[in-house]
């Protein structure tokens, strides 16, 4: 199958997860993610309809950035080094990874600089992997009370986890459920809306998406399903 058949297959089966979970087919976006692929497959995607790619890396970002066929939204999906956050902050429109305040505070510095607010999620490390980044669960709510109190430049959307690697989709759900429950209990934090706006849930990829789905996600990112093997460098 091609990049856009896969891309509208994706599409579907996102779909057909929402509906069977009650839930509107709308209200969950697909982030195609292209790292370690071409602008011209991530060009048959955007044929397909895809809006919104994501990219784990600056440095791919930059290289990709203002070479597609039609303009589409970025997103930065991996861990982000303080000193990049300057070239991409006119770039992105949402950062799914800020683990730490002071990755915050450097986000809300640019921001402010470039004249915008950044939206972000916080990334949470949730099944506890000493090889991922993210927070503990148990320090997402005072790291979100954090930045919400010193950073003027960013607000604070939801939160993302990268579950650990599972022999099949099924594994994933407890860590999809508890990342949920975090999503929900961070709901009820009355903290200024200017600041946080919490409408996000950024989970599941190409083994696990539809779960996801059926667990509350509203973005799903998806890479090797829509484009293929990756050739790791
Ligand atoms: C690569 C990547 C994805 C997509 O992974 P696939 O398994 O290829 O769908 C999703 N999220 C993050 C953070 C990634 O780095």
């Known amino acids: 199958m091609s990049i856009g058949e896969n891309y509208l297959e994706i599409v579907e089966r996102k779909n057909r997860a929402a509906v069977r979970s009650g839930r509107n087919p709308e209200d969950v976006l697909l982030l195609a993610v ?11 995607a955007i044929s397909a309809g895809a809006t919104d790619v994501g990219e784990n890396r600056v440095q791919e ?17 991996g861990h982000l080094q303080t000193n990049k956050v300057k070239n ?14 002071k990755l915050a505070k450097e986000i809300s510095k640019r ?22 980044s993210g927070v503990p669960a ?33 594994d994933s759900r407890p860590y999809f459920k508890k990342t949920k429950a975090i999503f929900d209990n961070l709901k009820t934090l009355d903290l200024p809306q200017e600041r946080f706006l919490p409408d996000t849930l ?4 190409s083994g696990d998406f539809e779960v996801a789905v059926e667990e509350g996600a509203t973005i799903v990112r998806v890479g090797s399903s829509i484009f293929g093997k990756r050739n790791y460098r």
């Open 202 to 205: 950024s989970m599941g990829m």
């Open 88 to 101: 991409i902050i006119d770039k992105v429109v949402l950062i799914h990874s800020v683990d730490s305040l």
């Open 61 to 77: 970002l930059l290289e990709k950035y203002d070479r597609t066929a039609e303009p589409v939204r970025w997103h930065l999906i």
């Open 138 to 170: 148990e320090d997402v709510e005072s790291l979100v009370k954090e930045i919400a109190a010193e950073c003027e430049g960013v607000r604070i959307r939801g939160v993302m986890c990268v579950p650990p690697i599972g022999e099949t989709s099924e």
């Open 34 to 44: 292209t790292k370690l692929h071409t602008v011209e497959e991530l060009d048959q």
């Open 111 to 132: 921001a402010i600089a470039a004249d915008k607010v950044m939206d972000i999620l916080i990334e949470i490390n949730i099944g506890m992997e000493e090889s991922k």
